[in-house]
């Protein structure tokens, strides 16, 4: 998820969209915040790991 983020956010950077700017921008925050809680050991969503 974070790499899709990272995506979206550079080629709606580079083409002037905003809106895939945007939804990058908010994949990639998701994708942190998974991350995280993911790396202290809380499971999210039933999973305690996302590989």
Do not use: D, K, N, Q
Not at 10 to 39: K, Q
């Amino acid at each position: 998820m974070i790499v899709l983020g990272l995506v979206l956010l550079i080629i709606g950077w580079l083409l002037g969209i905003s809106l895939l700017t945007t939804a990058g921008i908010i994949l990639l925050v998701i994708g942190l915040v998974l991350l995280l809680a993911g790396s202290l050991g809380r499971p999210v969503g039933g999973r305690r790991w996302y590989y």
